[in-house]
């Protein structure tokens, strides 16, 4: 195998083990919300994956909550999973 081929699988199997693991923070992520906000579904929390404000705004809508301690909450969990929103 000649270098550029050998770096593109090197290169690729990094990005799919990126893939992998920002999928696996998503995950527990997203149960930590369904957790914290019991109104939430799945569907709910997938529609704004990545999408914090968007977020936010569900949660607050569903529960009533104020809008500073959903902020609070919400990076609290993120930061324990280590989520990043896109």
């Not at 690729?12 to 906000?37: I, T």
Request: no cysteine; aromatic share 6%.
């Amino acid at each position: 195998m000649n270098d550029t081929t050998e770096q593109d699988t090197q290169h690729d199997a990094l990005r799919d083990a990126r893939n992998q693991q920002a999928e696996g923070q998503w995950q527990q992520f997203s149960g930590r919300l369904q957790e914290a906000w019991g109104a939430l579904t799945n569907s709910d929390v997938d529609r704004y994956e990545g999408q914090r404000e968007q977020l936010i705004g569900a949660i607050q809508e569903k529960t009533g909550e104020a809008r500073e301690a959903i902020v609070r909450s919400v990076d609290d969990l993120a930061r324990e999973v280590r989520y990043r929103f896109g």
